[in-house]
């Protein structure tokens, strides 16, 4: 019998975790998720995009229109940030971080601060907002490699069947 060769390739998995990470995210309009990956291609740590720790998500608002009042924007944790403290203080450096949306500026400075040296995402939907912009600039100047990921397959399915 010969290997199978519909298998999903390394960066295809990693952004597979990634992406089934953001399914733990409680936000209504936004699931993001983020995987760190060392060099010998172990996860290092995973994160979604939700509040601090010891912050509900019933107490704390996912409205995004501020003429509504408070929004999420001030408390959510971004998935790459999340992933870079669960690591606890593991060495990052040299690393790759897999996200589904490309970093905001924010994420981006916690990127570089950490030693990650490769950013693969999904989608640039936000390409020219100014938190983009400046996110690809400081990025680009701290010689982050940006990859933007171009599946060979339209999905994977998980079935807990199997």
């Avoid at 089934?20 to 209504?28: E, F, G, Q, V």
Wanted: charged residues 25%; contains cysteine.
């Amino acid at each position: 019998m010969d290997k199978r060769t519909d298998y999903i390739s390394w960066d295809e998995y990693f952004m597979g975790v990634a992406l089934l990470a953001a399914k733990r995210s409680k936000d209504p309009s936004t699931q993001v998720g983020a995987c760190i990956v060392d060099g010998e291609k172990r996860i290092l740590s995973t994160g979604y995009n939700g509040f601090p720790h010891g912050c509900s998500d019933d107490d704390f608002p996912w409205n995004r229109d501020e003429s509504l009042g408070e929004t999420k924007y001030q408390f959510v944790v971004h998935a790459e940030l999340n992933a870079i403290l669960n690591a606890r203080g593991k060495n990052l450096s040299g690393s790759v971080v897999y996200v589904a949306l490309f970093p905001c500026n924010e994420c981006a400075k916690a990127i570089i601060q950490s030693g990650i040296k490769e950013v693969v995402y999904l989608s640039d939907k936000y390409h020219d907002t100014p938190s983009t912009v400046a996110s690809r600039r400081m990025l680009n100047s701290a010689g982050v490699k940006l990859t933007q990921l171009k599946p060979t397959k339209a999905g994977i399915v998980l079935s807990f069947n199997e």
